[in-house]
């Protein structure tokens, strides 16, 4: 009997902090995050006119750790991108690509996803054909 509670107790240890067929919950900042998808401009009413913000379009739900909120991750299929003054002139509308920056919260009025990424780096996809 006391096998089976150490191997029970092992498996919820090991498999806290996952996303069963996923794998480990993305955590926040500081820690820096790479994700890909598509991105999209969209328009937000605000106080003072409309927001023009780029979205991030997830190619695959990511799973982040807000403990904040809750003690289980939380999905997020979109994520607003934060501190790119100009993006790179093939990155347009729906273009695909990889995003390398920390990932937070939303907190201000600014910010429209549940989730925020500060970019570092935001690379186009090449697509070989």
Request: proline share 8%.
């Amino acid at each position: 009997m006391c096998l089976w509670r150490l191997s029970f107790i092992a498996a919820y240890l090991g498999l806290s902090g996952c996303v069963i067929g996923y794998g480990p919950c993305l955590l926040q900042q500081p820690l820096k995050n790479t994700l890909s998808g598509r991105v999209h401009f969209r328009d937000y009413p605000a106080a003072d006119g409309v927001d023009n913000v780029p979205v991030l379009a997830l190619d695959k739900t990511a799973y982040i750790y807000a403990p904040a909120q809750s003690h289980h991750c939380l999905a997020a299929n979109d994520l607003q991108l934060l501190g790119v003054a100009e993006f790179p002139p093939n990155v347009i509308e729906n273009s695909h690509v990889n995003v390398d920056g920390v990932l937070f919260q939303a907190g201000s009025g600014r910010e429209h996803t549940p989730f925020v990424m500060n970019v570092t780096t935001i690379l186009p996809v090449t697509n070989p054909h």
